[in-house]
T-cell receptor
């Protein structure tokens, strides 16, 4: 099993509030979990990642949580701004193997 | 540092035509990936290489798609006889075997009419 499930597919939140995206993976050997942001017409860009030896990582307003037992990880964007509107993708990777992506979440920030 | 370079940026074909996409990864990156990204969906892995060797091509439609990386640097993805269902953005990405981050090119947006 190499699937990565991502929910929700569409997320609308008020500016200034938090947004949360959840992913689950099947391969218990996965040890690297990046999050990508993709704006229209652009390539996916890495915004934050977490390795399996960590449970939590924060970069400014971005927080990633990893629950290895449940094989779930999540992205939380605090104090959302209009510039956070974009597609977001989670992914999972084992060692330097293939990177498997979730289906994506379209995040819209309402002013 | 130059990023991953892809060409062309756009392609429009009629069904049955052939097309090739070219990718120049970041210098020194030994792992190269090709992804297909349909509109509003996540990237789906087609094939990936370590140096010149194919590591996994299980999701590559082998009857019409082929990919090569003969010298372990640049790579070409070819669609022999395009179908409307091939309409998508084709993303090339690269990484260093001893690293973790995967870097993406801007992609080639293919439309098959």
């Amino acid at each position: 099993g190499e699937q990565v499930e991502q929910l929700p597919s569409i997320l609308r939140v008020q500016e200034g509030s938090s947004a949360s995206i959840n992913c689950s993976y099947e391969d218990s050997a996965s040890n690297y979990f990046p999050w990508y942001k993709q704006e229209p017409g652009e390539n996916p860009k890495l915004i934050i990642d977490i390795r399996s030896n960590m449970e939590r990582k924060q970069i400014q307003e971005l927080i990633v949580l990893l629950d290895k037992k449940a094989k779930r990880f999540s992205l939380h964007i605090t104090d959302t701004q209009p510039g956070d509107s974009a597609m977001y993708f989670c992914a999972a990777r084992y060692n330097q193997g293939k990177l498997i992506f979730g289906q994506g979440t379209k995040l819209s920030i309402k002013p | 540092e130059a990023g991953v370079t892809q060409s062309p940026r756009y392609a429009v074909l009629q069904e049955g035509q052939a097309v090739s996409f070219w990718c120049d990864p970041i210098s020194g990156h030994d792992t190269l990936y090709w992804y297909q990204q349909p509109r509003d969906q996540g990237p789906q892995l087609l094939v990936y290489f370590r140096d010149e060797a194919v590591i996994d091509n299980s999701q590559l439609p082998s009857d019409r798609f082929s990919a090569v990386r003969p010298k372990g640097t640049n790579s070409t993805l070819k669609i022999q006889s395009a179908k409307q269902g091939d309409t998508a953005t084709y993303l090339c990405a690269s990484s260093w075997d001893r690293g973790t981050e995967v870097f993406f090119g801007k992609g080639t947006r293919l439309t098959v009419v």
